[in-house]
């Protein structure tokens, strides 16, 4: 049996079977964590989003609610990311779900939950057959590449299809697959496009089979693919091993900013020696100049820099102003990301961070091989509505921005498909005046 054909198959089986509620729970966290990394995309990037959409010539429908939700959605690094895979999901599954939601409002929450876990799975399970840590290696982004196959099975369910005709979408999902992380961000920002582009394709890779097109159902099987299956699919639920972020950025910084947040920084920084895997320091050892956000969002000198000036690392501690920030970047200067070889053997499973931290009154050492976020280290419901406020209140207040996470992972009242609707699809397509925070 082919990868792609077993991929449906999976994802069949999973909207027909009540979910187990641990992984019931952990999809509806995830689904919530990622309404508000869209919130906060959209809060600094609608206008431009927008104007590209018209640009290309994408009128309202599921194709532009995709692509515009995909580039809100990684807009600020804070979605959720399996260490394993190396993927982001949630930034095309759900892009992917709300426009399979604008096709049919009707559908009942508890389909919608299913057909977004078992978008996930996909995707992870995907990237483990395939190999995403040897992608993201040769300078592809996993996410890009193998998301989209998530992202197709979701809205096919959605939709109702078949698993002749989810296999079918999966298929022609992948022989699009395309998005490179190679190159600068110091003076580019087409990184912005690449979850965008590829929650667009998984959406119309499911309309081209509704109108008769077929995919290659052994394109991940084929000795000539660069996506072909380098092992057995695994078994098990993997959506519960999707970590989330506490902080902005580069998954490979957050346990070294859980790390330097426990040090007393009240008589300053002297400097700070952060090791790393070996695979994780190349990515983030950017010191500055930082000539733009999305170059400071993978940068670990940045990143640790900011955490102690700032005593956070969200979304807004990367605008233009903090960027030049003369503290700021001085002690970015004065922080150097090196290799461990013990933090390299335990990768990908873990993505550890060691620290030395030069104060005036001493050096400190402190160690985190798991971040906040991490499974086994879940955030807390408290935790988790906390992080949604800072991302969404700018777009929606405070108060609201608590309710509709709320509402999202459960709480009685408003159903959370009527929140969908009636407040996260029209924020995204209506103008919006960037709030300062």
């Not at 990394?37 to 018209?54: E, F, K, M, N, S």
Request: glycine share 10%.
């Amino acid at each position: 049996m082919s990868l792609v054909t077993e991929l449906a198959e999976r994802a069949h089986a999973m909207a027909r079977d009540p979910l187990p509620e641990r992984v019931r729970v952990a999809t509806r966290a995830h689904l919530a964590d990622t309404v508000g990394a869209v919130l906060a995309g959209h809060t600094t990037l609608h206008q431009p989003a927008q104007r590209l959409a018209d640009g290309v010539g994408l009128r309202p429908g599921p194709r532009r609610t995709a692509f515009i939700t995909g580039i809100y959605a990684n807009a600020w690094e804070v979605a959720g990311i399996h260490r394993g895979a190396v993927l982001v999901p949630g930034c095309v599954v759900l892009p992917a779900a709300l426009a399979a939601l604008e096709l049919r409002p009707d559908v009942a929450w508890e389909e919608f939950v299913r057909a977004y876990a078992a978008g996930y799975e996909v995707a992870l399970a995907a990237a483990l057959a395939i190999g995403g840590d040897q992608l993201i290696a040769e300078g592809w982004w996993p996410t890009a590449l193998v998301a989209p196959l998530g992202g197709a099975a979701a809205v096919s369910l959605l939709l109702g299809h078949p698993p002749e005709h989810t296999a079918a979408a999966i298929g022609l999902a992948a022989q699009q697959a395309g998005g490179m992380v190679a190159g600068s961000t110091a003076a580019a920002d087409g990184r912005y496009l690449l979850s965008g582009m590829a929650a667009d394709r998984a959406v119309g890779a499911v309309l081209a089979v509704g109108a008769g097109w077929r995919g290659p159902v052994d394109v991940l099987d084929d000795i000539r693919s660069p996506m072909r299956r380098r092992s057995a699919l695994r078994s098990g639920f993997l959506l519960p091993e999707t970590s989330m972020k506490v902080h902005a950025g580069a998954k490979h910084m957050q346990a070294a900013i859980d790390a330097v947040s426990t040090v007393d920084v009240a008589g300053g920084v002297l400097g700070i020696r952060c090791a790393l895997p070996a695979q994780l320091v190349r990515p983030v050892d950017r010191p500055p100049p930082f000539r733009s956000s999305l170059n400071a969002l993978a940068s670990g000198q940045f990143m640790l820099a900011v955490s102690v000036v700032r005593g956070r690392c969200s979304p807004w501690e990367f605008g233009p102003e903090l960027l030049a920030d003369e503290e700021i970047v001085s002690l970015a200067q004065r922080v150097t990301v090196i290799p461990a070889d013990d933090l390299s053997a335990a990768y990908p499973a873990s993505w550890g961070a060691r620290l030395e931290v030069s104060t005036p009154s001493g050096t400190v050492r402190v160690e985190r091989r798991d971040a906040r976020g991490d499974p086994g280290h879940e955030l807390s419901t408290s935790e988790l509505v906390a992080k949604f406020v800072t991302l969404a209140g700018p777009s929606l207040g405070d108060g609201p921005a608590g309710d509709l996470v709320g509402i999202l992972l459960g709480a009685e009242g408003v159903a959370p498909r009527t929140a969908l609707l009636d407040v996260v699809l029209p924020l995204l397509h209506r103008s919006h005046a960037f709030q300062e925070v």
